[in-house]
């Protein structure tokens, strides 16, 4: 099964993935969309939203 990992831009979190995801799922792919953390938290920086990716992408179990 393909996997997507979706990671959304500033001002948004995963939520705004919701009707893709839904989509997606239809269509038998397995999906995932990320919480940025420097959406919810002042002291997150690039590097952790980075960090935040890197872990979603290394559980993707195939090719992402």
């Given at each position: 099964m393909p996997h997507d990992v979706l990671v959304h831009g500033?001002?948004?979190?995963a939520w705004?993935?919701?009707p893709v995801v839904?989509?997606?799922d239809a269509a038998r792919r397995s999906t995932v969309a990320v919480d940025l953390p420097s959406v919810s938290s002042a002291r997150a920086s690039l590097a952790d939203d980075v960090a935040c990716v890197r872990a979603a992408l290394d559980a993707v179990d195939g090719e992402a």
């Amino acid at each position: 099964m393909p996997h997507d990992v979706l990671v959304h831009g500033a001002f948004h979190g995963a939520w705004c993935w919701e009707p893709v995801v839904t989509r997606l799922d239809a269509a038998r792919r397995s999906t995932v969309a990320v919480d940025l953390p420097s959406v919810s938290s002042a002291r997150a920086s690039l590097a952790d939203d980075v960090a935040c990716v890197r872990a979603a992408l290394d559980a993707v179990d195939g090719e992402a």
